[in-house]
């Protein structure tokens, strides 16, 4: 990816089979997209691999962008206890490389978390909306989105909120870190 010198937007779906990555510029144009998936990786090496897409990502970001990532949905897990453990883990993993950039940035990185009820309604208009709803929705304002999977259609979502409602989202301040 070449830098570009004006605000951008990074939206993060994380999960432990398919965490979506979109980047917007200052337009709120897909600069570039992407989903990690893991699906010969298990543990910790699964874990290691995401994070190192992430951090990828993550170097990209200047001074004065922004971050939105979804948070973890807890009622709605129905797996194995090991993987809902997995996936906190990665949330905070991956929370923590924000911060960490957001120090080497002189506090001039914003990020949000928000809840998948919130992304949902954000496009569809009902916080409930199921995953081939938002996919059509984000299908809709990005085209180029036809072929990606639902992990990079939500985070194009967060991308995107991130991008059009700055004033209305809730930004971590230095005490939340």
């Given at each position: ?41 298990r543990g910790n090496a699964r874990l290691q691999f995401i ?66 009820t919130t992304r949902a309604k954000y496009l569809t208009g ?48 230095p005490k939340d870190w």
């Amino acid at each position: 990816m070449e830098r570009i010198t004006v605000p951008v937007t990074l939206g993060i779906d994380p999960s432990l089979t398919g965490t979506g990555l979109v980047l917007l510029d200052e337009r709120g144009r897909i600069i570039e997209q992407m989903t990690v998936h893991t699906k010969k990786l298990r543990g910790n090496a699964r874990l290691q691999f995401i994070l190192a897409k992430v951090e990828i990502w993550l170097r990209y970001l200047q001074p004065g962008d922004r971050v939105v990532i979804e948070q973890l949905a807890f009622g709605g897990f129905k797996t194995k206890t090991i993987s809902f453990t997995q996936l906190c883990g990665l949330w905070t993993l991956i929370h923590m490389k924000i911060w960490q950039r957001y120090l080497l940035l002189g506090g001039r990185l914003d990020f949000a978390a928000v809840s998948p009820t919130t992304r949902a309604k954000y496009l569809t208009g009902n916080g409930r909306a199921k995953k081939p709803e938002v996919m059509a929705a984000v299908r809709a304002v990005y085209p180029s989105l036809e072929s990606a999977d639902d992990n990079a259609c939500d985070a194009a979502v967060l991308a995107r909120m991130g991008y059009e409602s700055p004033a209305t989202m809730k930004w971590y301040t230095p005490k939340d870190w």
